[in-house]
């Protein structure tokens, strides 16, 4: 481990351009050829990379309409209130961590070629195919996130990427490369993500009778391919994640947000690569009926032996257990510190439970006298509000004035909003100090829905409601059948029905089901900018005083017009005068 945090030191000297720092890390670098003779630490770079990938629950929600959090100096709520600079506050950005994760890859391939995995001449290609296709789509991968972070119009009004690095930068390098155009940085993450696709099974299972087909040209031998393709491989990159990742790149490459002529981007192309993966699942049947609650501990708990829940296309390691999400956004009822607090216009957006948005109130039944009745099932799935009921504990939530845990009672622990977070936790956990439990959690990278709430937006966008273009199913089939796994709209859904006629009120309630499903899952952040829509919508709460209650608002938002492109880091600008800062950013 030693050999791999110096060689990752090296790389982000290599990184920064300061020259002077060289020369006593390289003392100390061990020379590339010893891969060559020592795969585990060969294998160990690598699997560095993987250490290095974005959290998913970042709570990025705190810089959006969704949500607000009760800690002051958090970097997100910072952000979002006016304090975001080309130096300060920017956890968004990717620039050291990707392209750290890119110096460790490009040397991985420059050398995996010359590594020895195994004395067996077939487990040898087999293993060296497997890590050379991870490389490349974690490559692809890295590039993506670097892409969402930080591409954007210049100051020169071209639409532009980030500097394309495909070998390993040394002390002999020139580190002032200016940034690709957007459209090269999307043709070279396609590129590592082919290389990926034609290298790697789409999962890694162990297989009887035969080696598939694509695998044969190296072994037949069943047993060596299961050593090294097979069941024990789980969770490392694998074929499918590389398609997972070209329907996010192909999606976010079509978005309003980066539309230019220099961009060859289209919804087709983000609808077919959506597809692919939805094939793969079994199509719109595919959807898992239980992807609702993946967190649940009746699915938790039954994960075993590195597989995936039904839901989940890729994942973090299971742990054995913890408490850390409740102790940081269960109510202080519950001991928790309430960090993560869900906004009114967020509980709005959840429709009735026939279908009905609440805004329409002669048609969804809606009593604003009586809020949360009769809503979408995944509000209470998702959202702890005054009444919610916790069967686990058998208490009630009560965040009326006065009671513990109502609006701003304790300061760094009560709720801002009204409402607590109810997603991502574990109702069995208990945080009380004097007999805490903790249980099994395990953290998503990617889930189907996504994939199919990806399909949704651009079959929608390419082919309109109902044209699946060939295919079997359409973006109406596959948001019909979302909404009836939520318990939303029923056999008929006379709303969706109606969407169903309307290319622009499709786009609306798809994004709607989007916003609902991937809640307080990383999205929210990244979907109102490349979908450019207001970034300044206040956020609501509500306070509750005995049953009647009065809409507060919480937090203004102090966005400018150019902070839909996240901007370059100011360090970077004062080091290299070739590349150009995003424009608006100072």
Known sequence: MKKIITLFTVGALMLSGCDDLFAPAIENFPNEEQMYNDAEYARGILHNVYSM????????????????????????LQMATGAWTTSSYNPQSQWTNS???????????????????????????????????EAYGLRGMFYFYLLRAHAGFGENNELLGVPILTAPQTVDSDFNQPRASFQACVEQIYRDLSEAEKRLPYEYEDV???????????????????TVMGSKARQLYNGIIARAFRTRM?????????????????????????AAVIDYKGGVSGIASDGIEYYAPGIVNNILNGANPDEILWRGNKGSGDNDQETQNFPPSLYGNGN???????????????????????????????????????????????????????????????????????????TRTGYYLRKRLRMDVNCNPSSVTRQPHYTPRIRYTEMYLDYAEAANEAWGPKNGNGRAYSAY??????????????????????????????????????????????????????????????????????????????????????????PIPNSEILKYNNIIQNKGWK
Do not use: H
């Not at 959290?55 to 959006?64: A, F, I, K, V």
């Not at 080696?211 to 190296?218: G, L, Q």
């Not at 799935?381 to 109502?406: A, F, W």
């Not at 939520?486 to 056999?491: E, I, M, R």
């Open 53 to 76: 990938i974005p959290g998913y629950y970042d709570n990025s929600e705190y810089g959006t309409d969704d949500a607000v959090t009760n800690q002051p100096s958090n970097v997100y």
């Open 99 to 133: 392209f750290g994760a890119i110096q460790y890859i490009n040397i991985f391939l420059k050398n995996v070629e010359g590594v020895k995995w195994s004395d067996d001449a077939e487990l040898n290609k087999l293993f060296a195919q497997r890590l050379t296709g």
């Open 208 to 226: 009887s009778g035969t080696v598939p087909e694509d695998f044969r040209s190296i072994t037949t031998d069943v047993g060596k391919y299961n």
């Open 250 to 274: 192909a999606t976010l490459a079509a978005s309003p947000v980066f539309q230019d002529a220099s961009n060859t981007a289209t919804w087709a192309d983000a609808a077919n690569a959506a």
């Open 340 to 414: 993560m607090n869900p906004s009114q216009n967020l509980v709005d957006a959840f429709p009735m439970a026939n279908g009905y948005p609440i805004s329409d109130v002669a048609t969804s039944g809606y009593d604003a006298n009586n809020p949360y009745a009769g809503r979408d099932p995944r509000l209470g799935k998702y959202i702890l509000y005054n009444g919610s009921t916790i069967s686990e504990k058998i208490v009630t939530i009560n965040t009326s004035v006065g009671n513990q845990d109502g609006v701003n009672v304790t300061e760094n622990r009560s």
């Open 477 to 566: 089939d596959v948001i019909k059948t979302i909404r009836q796994r939520a318990g939303v709209g029923g056999s008929d859904d006379a709303y969706l029905e109606a969407c169903a006629a309307d290319k622009d009120k499709m786009r609306e309630l798809i994004r709607n089901e989007r916003r609902l499903e991937l809640c307080f899952e990383g999205f929210r952040f990244w979907d109102i900018r490349r979908w450019k829509m207001d970034l300044n919508e206040p956020v609501y709460g509500i306070n509750w005083s005995g049953n009647s209650y009065q809409k507060i608002t919480v937090e203004e938002r102090s966005y400018e017009d150019y902070m839909y492109c996240c």
